[in-house]
């Protein structure tokens, strides 16, 4: 992807909002997605897999972080 911004899901502090992270993942990868469906290019697929995979390993940690909070009593700030 050309403007593909790495989002470190292990180095990313509970306190940062969580919501716009994931709005910049899944517009990261627009543009790969529209080049895989609608144009069908291949290299395209490979990295909108490659971002699936990474936004999948957000949603587990973003998914361990709520229930941790949840379990604590805390509510994130």
């Known amino acids: 992807m050309e403007n593909e911004t ?3 899901v292990e180095t990313a502090a509970p ?3 969580r919501y716009e992270e994931l709005k910049r993942m ?3 990868m627009e543009a790969d ?3 895989f ?3 069908g290019n291949k290299a395209a697929g490979t990295r909108v897999r490659a971002a699936m ?3 999948k390993n957000f949603a587990q940690t973003v998914r361990t ?3 941790s909070m949840k379990n604590e ?3 994130a700030s």
């Open 15 to 17: 306190t940062t909002n």
């Open 65 to 67: 972080e709520v229930q």
């Open 26 to 28: 899944v517009e990261a």
């Open 53 to 55: 995979q990474e936004l």
């Open 37 to 39: 469906y609608s144009q």
């Open 73 to 75: 009593g805390k509510t």
């Open 33 to 35: 997605f529209v080049r």
């Open 6 to 8: 790495t989002t470190s």
